[in-house]
Every structure is written in structure tokens, then in C-alpha cells.
């Protein structure tokens, strides 16, 4: 409508992406379900990030009006407010805090630690700690609660998720030119060079996930490419 370029999601940035992309490049031969185990970039997808992962597109694309532009960043400003918070606020061993705390966990501190090291242990919740005296106000709304508790949680796996995101991104957007003519590409299999045809993959990412093509077809594609 806009005559602008269009919006592809990724595959890391939403299940409708994965779920259009499969389709796409696989193929239909019976039900699909959107299961997470299709999804290689679950811990990215979580319900509690939607809006961290779709809402500044949204706007760029003109769907969110300032007000709700507004309550969004305020949300995160608090959530990064917070996280620099607990990692500076320092915990004495001997404090009533940490007394508190081990009669909740059941488990007494060995050494002075900061809330934020606190909250990365499984038996330790955010609403736990805010729970104890002198803890502070914290975030008052519970999904910024529990998106902040999960992120820091989960930071290691997450932060390794979004590098292999990374790694990848360059072959996952280079583009395949729409004339390109996989006849010119010599010692693809006649298999792979029919697939690429039928469903005229626009990026290498995309090529790379159809059935059956390998990592040496890839390879003799990114030449051609290159040339």
C-alpha cells in the first residue's frame, strides 16, 4: 500500500515467522502445528519478551501511537533501573536480610552477596525478596516482574542464543537476486536445483533450510553469489 520494502519476521523474532518460513520452505504434506520445539531460537520467543521483540518495529512502522510507545519504554527504563539496582545492593552475610531470607529458602548464606547474584539462584523468586523488609519498593507490576526474573535467570543461555542469532545473521539476510538461474550454478545435484526453483528462496538462510539441500549446495551458491 505504502510502496515500502516489506516486513519479513525472522526466525528469531516471532513463531509466526518460524511457522511462514516452514511453510514455505518445506512444504505441506499434513497438518502444521506451531510447536515450540520448531522454533531453534525458543528462548528468544518467549511470551514475557513479545513486546521487547515486536513493539519498536511496530512503531517504526506506524501501529503504536505515543501513549503506548510511552508505557513501553517506561516499563523497561524500570526494568533496567531495577536490574542495576540489585546488582549493586549488597547483601551482609550477617544482616537480618540474609537471615530472613534463609528462613524462606532454607538455606543461610555463606558469604555477602548482591540481589542480583541472589535472584540467579533457582530457589530464590523476585517476589521472595521483595517480600523481605528493606528490600525496597521494586517493580510494583508483576510482568515486569517476571520478565526481569527470567532474564536474569536464564542470562547465560539467553545471551549464547542471541550470539548464535549473530553468527548467523550474515548468510540468513544476504539476498538472492529473484533472476537468479540455478541452471549457471554447476554441480548442484538436479534435486536441489528443482527445490530452489519451485520455492525461490530470497536469502541464503532461507535456502539453507529446505529439505534436503546441503552444506555443499550452500557453499557452490554462495560462489555463484559472490561472481
Same mark, same amino acid.
Do not use: C
Given at each position: 500500500?505504502?510502496?515500502? %520494502?516489506?516486513?519479513?519476521?525472522?526466525?528469531?523474532?516471532?513463531?509466526?515467522?518460524?511457522?511462514?518460513?516452514?511453510?514455505?520452505?518445506?512444504?505441506?504434506?499434513?497438518?502444521?502445528?506451531?510447536?515450540? &520445539?520448531?522454533?531453534?531460537?525458543?528462548?528468544?520467543?518467549?511470551?514475557?519478551? %513479545?513486546?521487547?521483540?515486536?513493539?519498536?518495529?511496530?512503531?517504526?512502522?506506524?501501529?503504536? @501511537?505515543?501513549?503506548?510507545?510511552?508505557?513501553?519504554? /517506561?516499563?523497561?527504563?524500570?526494568?533496567?533501573?531495577?536490574?542495576?539496582?540489585?546488582?549493586?545492593?549488597?547483601?551482609?552475610?550477617?544482616?537480618?536480610?540474609?537471615?530472613?531470607?534463609?528462613?524462606?529458602? *532454607?538455606? &543461610?548464606?555463606?558469604?555477602?552477596?548482591?540481589?542480583?547474584?541472589?535472584?540467579?539462584?533457582?530457589?530464590?523468586?523476585?517476589?521472595?525478596?521483595?517480600?523481605?523488609?528493606?528490600?525496597?519498593? *521494586?517493580?510494583?507490576? @508483576?510482568?515486569? %516482574? /517476571?520478565?526481569?526474573?527470567?532474564?536474569?535467570?536464564?542470562?547465560?543461555?539467553?545471551?549464547?542464543?542471541?550470539?548464535?542469532?549473530?553468527?548467523?545473521?550474515?548468510?540468513?539476510?544476504?539476498?538472492?537476486?529473484?533472476?537468479?538461474?540455478? @541452471?549457471?550454478?554447476?554441480?548442484?545435484?538436479?534435486?536441489?536445483?528443482?527445490?530452489?526453483?519451485?520455492?525461490?528462496?530470497?536469502?541464503? *538462510?532461507?535456502?539453507?533450510?529446505?529439505? /534436503?539441500?546441503?552444506?555443499?549446495?550452500? /557453499?557452490?551458491?554462495?560462489?555463484?553469489?559472490?561472481?
Amino acid at each position: 500500500v505504502r510502496e515500502e %520494502a516489506p516486513w519479513i519476521l525472522g526466525r528469531d523474532e516471532a513463531y509466526i515467522g518460524v511457522l511462514i518460513d516452514d511453510l514455505v520452505t518445506r512444504g505441506v504434506t499434513e497438518p502444521y502445528r506451531m510447536f515450540t &520445539s520448531r522454533a531453534e531460537y525458543r528462548l528468544l520467543l518467549r511470551e514475557d519478551n %513479545a513486546d521487547v521483540r515486536l513493539t519498536p518495529k511496530a512503531r517504526e512502522l506506524g501501529l503504536v @501511537d505515543d501513549e503506548r510507545w510511552q508505557r513501553f519504554e /517506561s516499563k523497561y527504563q524500570a526494568i533496567e533501573q531495577e536490574k542495576t539496582r540489585l546488582a549493586k545492593t549488597l547483601v551482609r552475610a550477617t544482616s537480618d536480610f540474609a537471615t530472613e531470607l534463609a528462613s524462606m529458602i *532454607g538455606q &543461610s548464606l555463606a558469604e555477602d552477596v548482591h540481589l542480583l547474584t541472589l535472584l540467579k539462584r533457582p530457589e530464590v523468586r523476585y517476589a521472595d525478596l521483595q517480600a523481605i523488609e528493606g528490600f525496597g519498593d *521494586g517493580l510494583l507490576e @508483576d510482568d515486569a %516482574a /517476571s520478565h526481569l526474573e527470567i532474564e536474569v535467570k536464564y542470562a547465560g543461555y539467553i545471551a549464547r542464543q542471541a550470539d548464535e542469532v549473530a553468527r548467523r545473521a550474515h548468510h540468513e539476510m544476504l539476498k538472492i537476486p529473484e533472476d537468479f538461474d540455478y @541452471d549457471a550454478v554447476h554441480g548442484l545435484s538436479h534435486e536441489a536445483r528443482e527445490r530452489l526453483k519451485a520455492i525461490a528462496p530470497i536469502t541464503i *538462510g532461507m535456502a539453507s533450510r529446505i529439505p /534436503s539441500m546441503t552444506p555443499a549446495a550452500i /557453499s557452490l551458491l554462495l560462489v555463484y553469489l559472490r561472481k
